[in-house]
């Protein structure tokens, strides 16, 4: 009866010590999903913006939006590529990329289209060498 009872506490405890170690693993990538998730959204917002009628009106604030998070790229992803040159500077270039285009977006949809081109190139080429 000892063996039983001492084999299901060791399965509780085992089980307990197993989710925490999971959870702790995982938190650590919720702020880079994060990022992830809300950069796309904002992209995609803007894809759709530059083929409405006032593309520029309805891209401003996903470009402003887009602006920031590129700033949270780098720090976001600090933990799980430490010290990483090539995927540093991939965040660079979406930085410098997502500032040209809120800093100049255009006069017309054509223009706008042209300026978020270097932003959709940037991510491409970071996802092609590091999402699997």
């Keep these: 009866m000892r063996l039983l ?3 299901v506490i060791g399965f509780v ?3 307990f010590v197993g989710v925490t170690a999971f959870k702790a693993l ?3 990538t919720e702020l880079p999903r994060g990022v992830m998730q809300t950069t796309a959204y904002h992209f995609g917002e803007l894809r759709e ?3 409405a009628s006032d593309c520029l009106g309805q891209a401003e604030p996903h470009l402003q939006a887009l602006a920031l998070l590129a700033d949270d790229v780098h720090p976001s992803f600090a933990e799980l590529l430490p010290d990483d040159e090539i995927f540093n ?3 660079a270039k979406l930085v410098t990329a997502t500032r040209n285009a809120r800093d100049n977006p255009g006069v017309d949809c ?3 289209n ?3 081109a270097p932003i959709r190139d940037a991510c491409q080429a970071c996802h092609r060498d590091y999402k699997s």
Aim: hydrophobic fraction near 50%; proline fraction near 0%.
């Design 5 to 7: 009872i001492g084999l």
């Design 13 to 15: 405890l085992g089980g």
């Design 26 to 28: 995982r938190a650590s």
């Design 49 to 51: 913006a530059a083929k």
């Design 89 to 91: 500077g991939y965040a």
């Design 110 to 112: 054509k223009a706008l």
């Design 114 to 116: 042209e300026a978020i």
